[in-house]
């Protein structure tokens, strides 16, 4: 359910015409459902339940502070990865006490930093790491609560480049040598290892490496126990997959069916860091054509979203679905778009950015469209916004919320003049 719909074949976001919301902020626009984005926090609070979970909604994600305020307000805590992210999670109401902080290249200011804002948990992913840790906590008088990221050394199961739990990827301690370095730490009053955090790639579509990851999880938590750890967290961190073709994603529920007993048997407290499952599908690309042409064999939609607006097709080969915001008869739901029809036009969707590298779709199978019509690009909440760029000089979209048939700016268009703040006058 994600309140995006056709009526009248014209698409929705709930009860406002997209055309409306072009119409008003213009285009290139993100257009997010409120509905959709608790809907989905709802789903992961409900079906992880019998474990009460702490979850952290990953900032990096999509941080915009009106849907990070909206998680919070949730009962979400924060998921961050930087000392900018720890500043937006803070800014958008979340407790340190709430704020788990991950990434592999902690420098000394965001360490401090998270001991200021007394952060819950760190995730911590080298030796080198866990030594700065330990170091900046004796300096400042503290106790740092640390969750040792483990690399479970899982098969491939997702891109290259987000699948963050295969041997020889930066993430992480090696589940050979974690041991080690645990050993090392269990007198340092300065460092409490009190979990295990495991995120283990994303986007996952099958529950079977969350199945491998607590069963590998569960021997080291015994281990880690052994060696007189007080462990009572566990990270499971996020990477559940969303629909982004038709119905290729499994339920929340699918994956606590995995997760929670392996929990309750270790009787630790539930940690999620989800993003992309909350805000994935809660997100619209609304763009307009600015020319059609064909060219070497090929028909091109050219326009005015590109890849510094949304860059996951360039960077990951993903798949959005993409369809114009005024469908034909009979095309008003995803399992109708992009199928080889005596209506559609087989076509790449680009965008004006100078790069081969720029398109948001290839080979696919579009009504005709001519200048001026409105596309919209479907599943863009995650990973969309929080990658844009100004590259080639392209001030980023504009951000609205939509909650029935209200909607409001959550993130003004940028200006030519916002592309040169920065810079030193001269
Ligand atoms: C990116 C990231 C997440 C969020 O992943 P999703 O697939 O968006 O749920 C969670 N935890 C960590 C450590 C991450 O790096």
Same mark, same amino acid.
């Not at 819950?120 to 008088?141: C, K, P, Q, T, Y």
């Not at 009979?330 to 969707?349: I, R, Y």
């Given at each position: 359910m994600?309140h995006?719909?056709y009526?009248?074949r014209?698409?929705?976001c709930?009860d ?6 072009a119409?008003?902020y213009g285009t290139p626009l993100y257009?997010y459902? =409120?509905?959709?984005l608790t809907h989905?926090l709802k789903q992961?609070q409900?079906a992880?339940?019998?474990?009460d979970?702490l979850v952290?909604?990953?900032?990096k994600t ?7 305020r909206l998680m +919070?307000?949730?009962g ?7 000392g900018?992210e720890?500043? *937006?999670?803070l800014?958008?109401?979340c407790?340190g ?5 991950a990434g592999?290249?902690?420098t000394d200011?965001?360490i401090r930093?998270?001991?200021?804002? $007394?952060?819950f948990l760190?995730?911590?992913e080298?030796e080198?790491e866990? $030594?700065?840790?330990a170091a900046?906590?004796?300096?400042m008088?503290r106790?740092?609560n ?5 690399n479970?050394?899982?098969p491939p199961k997702?891109? #290259?480049?987000t699948?963050?739990s295969v041997?020889?990827?930066k993430?992480?301690l090696?589940?050979?040598?974690v041991?080690e370095?645990? !050993?090392k730490?269990v007198?340092?009053p300065?460092?409490k290892?009190i979990?295990?955090h495991m995120?283990?790639?994303?986007p996952?579509?099958?529950?079977e490496?969350?199945r491998q990851?607590?069963?590998?999880g /569960?021997?080291?938590?015994e281990?880690? =126990? #052994?060696q007189?750890?007080g462990?009572n967290v566990?990270?499971m961190?996020g990477?559940f997959?969303i629909?982004?073709?038709k119905?290729e ?5 699918a994956?606590a069916e995995?997760? +929670?007993p392996?929990? !309750?048997?270790?009787g630790?407290k539930?940690?999620l ?11 619209l ?11 070497g064999?090929k028909?091109?939609v050219? !326009?005015?979203a590109?890849?510094n607006d949304l860059?996951?097709?360039t ?8 369809w ?7 095309? $008003?739901?995803?399992?109708?778009f992009?199928?080889?029809? #005596?209506?559609t ?9 100078c ?6 779709a290839k $080979?696919r199978?579009?009504p005709?469209?001519?200048?001026g019509?409105?596309?919209a690009?479907?599943? #863009?909440?995650a990973y969309g916004?929080a /990658?844009?760029?100004n590259?080639?000089g392209?001030? *980023?979209?504009?951000?609205?919320m939509?909650?029935g048939g !209200?909607?409001?700016?959550i993130r003004? *268009?940028?200006?030519f003049?916002?592309l040169?703040r ?5």
């Amino acid at each position: 359910m994600d309140h995006f719909t056709y009526k009248n074949r014209t698409l929705h976001c709930d009860d406002v015409p997209v055309p409306a919301l072009a119409e008003k902020y213009g285009t290139p626009l993100y257009v997010y459902s =409120r509905k959709t984005l608790t809907h989905h926090l709802k789903q992961i609070q409900a079906a992880f339940k019998p474990v009460d979970p702490l979850v952290c909604y990953s900032i990096k994600t999509n941080g915009n502070l009106h849907i990070a305020r909206l998680m +919070v307000e949730g009962g979400a805590g924060c998921d961050v990865t930087s000392g900018g992210e720890l500043f *937006r999670a803070l800014k958008a109401g979340c407790p340190g006490s709430k704020i788990v902080f991950a990434g592999a290249g902690k420098t000394d200011a965001e360490i401090r930093m998270a001991f200021e804002n $007394d952060v819950f948990l760190f995730n911590v992913e080298s030796e080198g790491e866990l $030594d700065a840790i330990a170091a900046i906590a004796r300096a400042m008088g503290r106790t740092a609560n640390v969750a040792l990221r483990v690399n479970p050394d899982l098969p491939p199961k997702t891109h #290259a480049k987000t699948d963050t739990s295969v041997k020889g990827v930066k993430f992480g301690l090696d589940i050979d040598t974690v041991l080690e370095f645990a !050993q090392k730490v269990v007198k340092n009053p300065h460092v409490k290892v009190i979990g295990l955090h495991m995120h283990l790639g994303s986007p996952i579509l099958s529950v079977e490496p969350y199945r491998q990851g607590i069963v590998k999880g /569960m021997v080291l938590i015994e281990k880690l =126990r #052994a060696q007189g750890h007080g462990i009572n967290v566990w990270n499971m961190g996020g990477g559940f997959g969303i629909h982004y073709k038709k119905n290729e994603a499994l339920p929340a529920a699918a994956f606590a069916e995995v997760i +929670v007993p392996g929990i !309750q048997e270790s009787g630790c407290k539930l940690v999620l860091e989800p993003g992309r499952f909350i805000v994935g599908n809660a997100g619209l690309l609304v763009s307009r054509v600015i020319y059609t042409k064909d060219s070497g064999g090929k028909h091109f939609v050219i !326009q005015d979203a590109a890849m510094n607006d949304l860059i996951r097709p360039t960077l990951y080969d993903s798949f959005h679905r993409i369809w114009p915001v005024a469908s034909l008869p009979g095309f $008003d739901a995803p399992e109708d778009f992009q199928v080889e029809n #005596a209506g559609t036009v087989k076509c790449d969707v680009v965008g004006p950015v100078c790069e081969s590298g720029d398109f948001l779709a290839k $080979d696919r199978y579009l009504p005709p469209l001519v200048r001026g019509d409105l596309l919209a690009t479907f599943s #863009a909440g995650a990973y969309g916004m929080a /990658m844009a760029s100004n590259y080639n000089g392209r001030p *980023r979209a504009a951000e609205v919320m939509v909650d029935g048939g !209200q909607h409001h700016l959550i993130r003004r *268009r940028e200006t030519f003049e916002d592309l040169i703040r920065p810079e030193i006058e001269c």
